[in-house]
């Protein structure tokens, strides 16, 4: 079995608002994808979805072969903004309750990835700055071995030098048969690493496709293109 | 590596690999970096190097030792061959960006062979220094 993700005629609505409609997603085993979209096209949301934090959906959605949302939760890596830490949480504590909570979290790995990110353990999640927060949920989602992760605007805080440090790092940290799935608004930064693009746009998937394909196909750059699906829009709605 | 954001990555990852046989940095019959080495040092994704390796195996370039790796073809002529198609390709690109500003052949003849030995000047100077 090599699909890792398979979403079917996915519709969600919150507060009478339809958020994602009739989504269709089929990813395999050992992928880099890049979910693009403009703010609030439905990123975070589906990636809820997926991980099963968002309810009262219709449609299916299936991870490694597991509908079920507990299945789901087992084998998707997702921090959803660490909500639910108080704020005098000491970062050692918080690595001890994803130790007890996940058991595909790995200790060793996270030490490791804690030292790349120069986390320091002592510190409180309520002292840091929004970059060292960012670290942490990078340090805590990779230091667990499933096969889905989900990184939701991991870098948006982190100054550019680290940035790039980082997103190169992710090659090394994770195994060859996992997935992950990278929103970002700067696709430059991550398109080395990216083998798949998805596009969201009006409330469903506009495109996914292989990002070498895309470039082949589309005679321009995987950036070039993600502006250029916006350029019919009237000037206030593509600055939103 | 930097790669241009105009072109598939995969595609410059082959030009890459093929530079590096064509100057026989990576030697006739030898075994090439791994794909997860070639990942780590140009920061792309396994997938990515995957497809240019499988091209380069369907190219014959290199060729598959089951469970130990990639390895350079043996055959000599091929590579000539490659190096000689890669040559053509980098002046036809020259030629072509030449004569898109209006330049005759003759005159390109002349810039090339103008150019050449301004670079020899160079290389005499350094070399004296």
């Known amino acids: 079995m090599t699909k890792i993700l398979q979403i079917n005629d996915l519709t969600y609505r919150k507060n009478n608002q339809t958020i994602l409609k009739n989504v269709n997603l089929s990813l395999d085993k050992g992928h ?4 693009a979209g403009a703010n609030g096209a439905g990123k975070t949301t589906l990636m809820r979805l997926i991980v099963g934090v968002a309810k009262g959906y219709q449609g299916g959605i299936v991870v490694n072969g597991q509908p079920a949302d507990v299945a789901r939760k087992s084998f998707v890596s997702y921090s959803d903004e660490l909500r639910g830490f108080k704020d005098s949480t000491s ?3 918080i690595q001890l309750f994803y130790r007890l909570v996940y058991p595909d979290f790995d200790s060793e790995r996270y ?3 804690a030292e790349f990110l120069n986390l320091t353990g002592t510190k409180r999640l309520g002292s840091l700055s929004k970059g060292m927060r960012e ?6 989602t990779l230091a667990r071995k499933a096969p889905l992760y989900l990184l939701d605007e991991p870098f948006s805080g982190i100054d550019v030098m680290s940035r790039k440090k980082i997103v190169r790092g992710m090659l090394n940290w994770v195994d060859q048969s996992s997935t992950v799935i990278i ?4 696709l430059e930064e991550i398109t080395n690493i990216l083998d798949t693009l998805v596009i969201i746009k009006d409330q469903t998937i506009f495109d996914c496709r292989s990002t070498d394909e895309l470039v082949e196909q589309e005679h321009c750059s995987v950036e070039e293109y993600f502006e250029s699906i916006y350029d019919t829009l009237p000037e206030d709605d593509v600055q939103k | 590596m930097k790669f241009k954001d105009n072109i598939p990555i995969y595609l410059q990852i082959k030009t890459f690999i093929n530079r590096k046989i064509i100057s026989g940095e990576y030697p006739l019959g030898t075994k090439i970096p791994s794909v997860r080495d070639l990942s780590l040092q140009l920061e792309v994704n396994i997938n990515t190097i995957q497809k240019a ?6 190219e014959q370039i290199i060729f598959t030792k089951r469970g130990r790796g990639n390895f350079v073809t043996t ?11 890669l040559i053509h390709q980098t002046l036809e690109n020259m030629d072509e960006s030449l004569q898109a500003m209006g330049l005759s052949n003759q005159e390109i003849a002349h810039y090339l062979k103008l150019y050449t030995q ?3 000047g160079l290389d005499d100077q350094n070399f004296t220094n």
């Open chain 1, 32 to 35: 880099f994808v890049g979910l």
């Open chain 1, 91 to 93: 970062i050692k504590d």
């Open chain 1, 111 to 113: 030490q490791e990835l």
């Open chain 1, 135 to 140: 670290r942490l949920m990078i340090a805590l």
């Open chain 1, 183 to 186: 929103s970002s608004h700067h």
């Open chain 2, 53 to 58: 390796l499988n091209e380069l195996v369907q």
């Open chain 2, 75 to 85: 055959d000599a002529h091929l590579v000539a061959q490659l190096k000689a198609q």
């Open chain 2, 118 to 120: 301004e670079r020899m």
